[in-house]
């Protein structure tokens, strides 16, 4: 009778390690797909920047559609910045678990070419 109570205390301590194990990759799913909803967000408004200096790009004063368009490039900048040091913090908080979510590496490259293509966008959008 002691030999089945132990082998049932086993079963569920290895249930519960598991459990663990499925919600820890939950959490790194999570925290992937929110760093890829907030690179959405940032490129979405990079397209509103384009679409604001197409639409009005002939309004006077010369400069203006730029300018706001600007604000809105300099918002997608902020925000592949943003989502870039909140995935570094969690990727820290996740490295300290038994998870193995995807390398700072991968988000430090990505951010980097995101906020480089948009501040050429930004240059382009003064040349024009």
Same mark, same amino acid.
């Given at each position: 009778m002691a030999k089945d109570?132990? &082998?049932? =205390?086993? /079963? #569920?301590?290895?249930w519960a390690e598991d459990r663990t194990d499925w919600a820890e990759d939950r959490t790194i799913l999570a925290a992937e797909r929110t760093y890829a909803s907030w690179l959405? @967000?940032?490129l979405t408004c990079i397209a509103i920047a384009l679409g604001l200096q197409a639409v009005f790009g002939a309004v006077q004063p010369l400069g203006l559609a730029k300018l706001v368009a600007s604000i809105f490039l300099c918002a997608a900048l902020g925000i592949f910045w943003n989502a870039y040091r909140r995935a570094r913090a969690t %990727? &820290?908080? %996740?490295? *300290? #678990? /038994? =998870?193995?979510?995807? *390398? @700072?590496? @991968?988000y430090t490259v990505m951010t980097i070419i995101l906020m480089a293509g948009t501040l050429a966008t930004g240059v382009v959008l003064w040349l024009l």
């Amino acid at each position: 009778m002691a030999k089945d109570n132990t &082998k049932s =205390a086993q /079963d #569920r301590t290895q249930w519960a390690e598991d459990r663990t194990d499925w919600a820890e990759d939950r959490t790194i799913l999570a925290a992937e797909r929110t760093y890829a909803s907030w690179l959405r @967000t940032g490129l979405t408004c990079i397209a509103i920047a384009l679409g604001l200096q197409a639409v009005f790009g002939a309004v006077q004063p010369l400069g203006l559609a730029k300018l706001v368009a600007s604000i809105f490039l300099c918002a997608a900048l902020g925000i592949f910045w943003n989502a870039y040091r909140r995935a570094r913090a969690t %990727l &820290k908080i %996740l490295q *300290s #678990r /038994d =998870a193995t979510p995807q *390398s @700072t590496r @991968t988000y430090t490259v990505m951010t980097i070419i995101l906020m480089a293509g948009t501040l050429a966008t930004g240059v382009v959008l003064w040349l024009l």
